[in-house]
Protein backbone atom coordinates (compact mmCIF):
# COMPACT_ATOMS: atom_id res chain seq x y z
CA UNK A 1 0.00 0.00 0.00
CA UNK A 2 2.66 2.74 1.04
CA UNK A 3 6.25 2.25 -0.19
CA UNK A 4 9.00 4.07 1.61
CA UNK A 5 12.73 5.03 0.60
CA UNK A 6 15.37 6.35 2.79
CA UNK A 7 18.53 8.86 1.57
CA UNK A 8 20.89 10.91 3.05
CA UNK A 9 22.88 8.20 4.78
CA UNK A 10 26.82 8.53 4.47
CA UNK A 11 30.11 8.68 6.18
CA UNK A 12 30.52 11.99 8.79
CA UNK A 13 33.32 13.26 11.25
CA UNK A 14 32.37 13.36 14.62
CA UNK A 15 30.10 16.55 15.95
CA UNK A 16 28.55 16.56 11.98
CA UNK A 17 25.73 17.29 10.90
CA UNK A 18 23.55 14.93 8.90
CA UNK A 19 19.77 15.10 7.21
CA UNK A 20 18.02 11.78 6.93
CA UNK A 21 14.76 11.88 3.80
CA UNK A 22 12.03 9.14 3.70
CA UNK A 23 9.86 9.50 0.48
CA UNK A 24 6.41 7.90 1.02
CA UNK A 25 4.60 6.99 -2.22
CA UNK A 26 1.57 4.48 -3.13
CA UNK A 27 -1.38 5.80 -2.69
CA UNK A 28 -2.12 9.09 -1.53
CA UNK A 29 -5.22 8.40 0.55
CA UNK A 30 -3.46 5.96 2.52
CA UNK A 31 -0.41 8.09 2.88
CA UNK A 32 -2.73 10.51 4.28
CA UNK A 33 -4.27 8.18 6.67
CA UNK A 34 -0.85 7.56 7.92
CA UNK A 35 -1.20 6.88 11.78
CA UNK A 36 2.67 7.55 12.65
CA UNK A 37 6.09 8.27 10.90
CA UNK A 38 9.27 6.97 12.66
CA UNK A 39 12.53 6.22 11.80
CA UNK A 40 14.42 3.52 13.56
CA UNK A 41 17.82 2.61 13.74
CA UNK A 42 19.97 -0.91 13.79
CA UNK A 43 23.67 -1.12 14.80
CA UNK A 44 25.82 -4.05 13.82
CA UNK A 45 24.75 -7.12 16.72
CA UNK A 46 22.32 -4.67 18.19
CA UNK A 47 18.62 -4.94 17.92
CA UNK A 48 16.92 -2.14 15.76
CA UNK A 49 15.95 0.42 18.08
CA UNK A 50 13.65 3.78 17.85
CA UNK A 51 14.85 6.40 17.21
CA UNK A 52 12.42 9.15 16.61
CA UNK A 53 8.49 9.50 15.44
CA UNK A 54 5.97 11.66 14.83
CA UNK A 55 2.00 11.09 14.84
CA UNK A 56 -0.80 12.69 13.01
CA UNK A 57 -1.26 15.16 15.80
CA UNK A 58 2.01 16.17 15.30
CA UNK A 59 3.35 14.48 18.37
CA UNK A 60 6.81 13.93 18.35
CA UNK A 61 8.96 11.47 20.67
CA UNK A 62 12.55 10.57 20.74
CA UNK A 63 15.04 7.80 22.02
CA UNK A 64 17.06 9.09 24.98
CA UNK A 65 19.94 8.77 23.67
CA UNK A 66 19.09 11.23 20.97
CA UNK A 67 17.14 14.15 22.59
CA UNK A 68 18.62 17.66 21.74
CA UNK A 69 20.33 16.71 19.15
CA UNK A 70 18.03 15.37 16.72
CA UNK A 71 14.92 16.53 15.02
CA UNK A 72 11.86 14.75 13.17
CA UNK A 73 9.69 16.19 10.91
CA UNK A 74 7.26 15.02 8.36
CA UNK A 75 6.07 17.60 5.29
CA UNK A 76 2.11 16.14 4.30
CA UNK A 77 2.52 17.98 0.68
CA UNK A 78 5.45 16.19 -0.16
CA UNK A 79 4.41 12.76 1.26
CA UNK A 80 8.43 13.27 2.78
CA UNK A 81 10.09 12.56 6.36
CA UNK A 82 12.95 13.86 7.40
CA UNK A 83 15.45 13.18 10.58
CA UNK A 84 17.61 16.60 11.39
CA UNK A 85 20.85 14.95 13.10
CA UNK A 86 23.17 17.28 14.54
CA UNK A 87 26.22 16.67 17.14
CA UNK A 88 26.64 13.01 15.66
CA UNK A 89 28.71 10.65 17.49
CA UNK A 90 30.18 7.15 16.53
CA UNK A 91 27.60 5.45 18.47
CA UNK A 92 25.21 6.97 15.88
CA UNK A 93 26.16 4.58 13.47
CA UNK A 94 23.80 2.40 12.13
CA UNK A 95 21.71 2.09 9.19
CA UNK A 96 18.71 4.09 9.70
CA UNK A 97 15.12 2.84 8.62
CA UNK A 98 11.79 4.33 8.24
CA UNK A 99 9.13 3.07 9.52
CA UNK A 100 5.01 4.19 8.58
CA UNK A 101 1.86 2.68 10.55
CA UNK A 102 -1.12 2.12 8.17
CA UNK A 103 -4.23 4.44 9.84
CA UNK A 104 -6.84 3.28 6.88
CA UNK A 105 -9.71 1.49 7.79
CA UNK A 106 -8.89 -1.04 5.32
CA UNK A 107 -5.08 -2.07 6.13
CA UNK A 108 -5.33 -0.84 9.86
CA UNK A 109 -2.08 -0.77 11.81
CA UNK A 110 -0.20 -2.43 9.02
CA UNK A 111 3.76 -1.62 9.61
CA UNK A 112 5.83 -0.04 6.23
CA UNK A 113 9.69 -0.73 6.28
CA UNK A 114 12.06 1.01 3.87
CA UNK A 115 15.54 -0.58 2.85
CA UNK A 116 17.29 1.55 5.02
CA UNK A 117 20.36 4.20 4.51
CA UNK A 118 23.74 3.42 6.34
CA UNK A 119 25.18 6.60 8.49
CA UNK A 120 28.38 6.17 9.67
CA UNK A 121 29.65 8.19 12.41
CA UNK A 122 33.94 8.49 12.43
CA UNK A 123 35.60 9.76 15.72
Known amino acids: QVQLVESGGGLVQAGSSLTLSCAAS???????????MSWYRQAPAQQRELVAS???????TYADVVKGRFAISRDTTKNTLSLYMNDLKPEDTAVYYC??????????????WGNGTLVTVAS
Open 99 to 112: HARDGSSWNYNADY
Open 26 to 36: GRDHAIKLLQS
Open 54 to 60: IDEDTLT
